[in-house]
């Protein structure tokens, strides 16, 4: 069965540093991938989505990731940590079409001043 | 601002009570989906509704009763529900009409079960 794998539980970097978010997939077919963001108190939010067009794919808030086959990794990265980035983040994969998306167990995402 | 508009944003219950959450969007969406996330925890789906029928219940308590009026509307309606239901339910939809991966959510309602 399809599992999402995010290292880290938590994750705290400062103000301004790289912000780099590991999650690994397991299957034998590259599925669609994802990355969302919750906010204290609020709903996910779309980052960004890989569906085989490029390899690199950029997203909102500076957030960009790197889908890698040979490693079954899709790691979120942004070169430069703001406050306001402090979130969970949720790492998430999509098989196929009459299938479901399943949801990492999530990274919080602490920045230190 | 959220496309997908849920109410109430808080509510709070008894265990005899009937309550219901309400869900709405306007992106002209297809699918329509209800999960339920507790604290520290990814979001566990539990109803996928597709052209306003349901396609997906993932083995939910009889306690939550969803409902789609129509392709804009998404209710889920609670009765008898226990302390351990309390979380925060989030409502989303996705533009294919059948489960996607990309999904828009609401903000929420966090529901406390007394």
């Known amino acids: 069965a399809q599992s999402v794998t995010q290292l880290g539980s938590h994750v705290s970097v400062s103000e301004g540093a790289l912000v780099l978010l590991r999650c690994n997939y397991s299957?034998?077919?590259?599925?669609?991938l994802f990355w969302y963001v919750q906010y204290p108190n609020q709903g996910l939010q779309l980052l960004l989505k890989y569906t085989s067009a490029a390899t690199l794919v950029k997203g909102i808030n500076g957030f960009e990731a790197e889908f890698k086959k040979s490693e079954t990794s899709f790691h979120l990265t942004k070169p430069s940590a703001h406050m306001s980035d402090a979130a969970e983040y949720f790492c998430?994969?999509?098989?196929?079409?009459?299938?479901?998306?399943?949801f990492g167990k999530g990274t919080r995402l602490h920045i230190l001043p | 601002d959220t496309e997908v508009t849920q109410t109430p944003k808080h509510l709070v219950m008894g265990m005899t009570n009937k309550k219901s959450l309400k869900c709405e969007q306007h992106?002209?969406?297809?699918?329509m989906y209800w999960y339920k996330q507790k604290a520290k925890k990814p979001p566990e789906l539990m109803f996928v509704y597709s052209y306003e029928k349901l396609s997906i219940n993932e083995s939910v308590p009889s306690r939550f009763s969803p409902e789609c009026p129509n392709s804009s509307l998404l209710n889920l309606h609670l009765h008898a529900l226990q302390p351990e239901d309390s979380a925060l339910y989030l409502c989303?939809?996705?533009?294919?009409?059948?489960?996607?991966?990309?999904?828009?959510f609401g903000e929420g309602s966090r529901l406390t079960v007394l």
């Open positions: 998430a994969a999509f098989p196929g079409p009459d299938d479901k998306i399943i």
């Open positions: 299957s034998s077919v590259p599925p669609y």
């Open positions: 992106m002209g969406h297809r699918a």
């Open positions: 989303a939809s996705s533009q294919d009409d059948r489960p996607a991966g990309e999904l828009f």
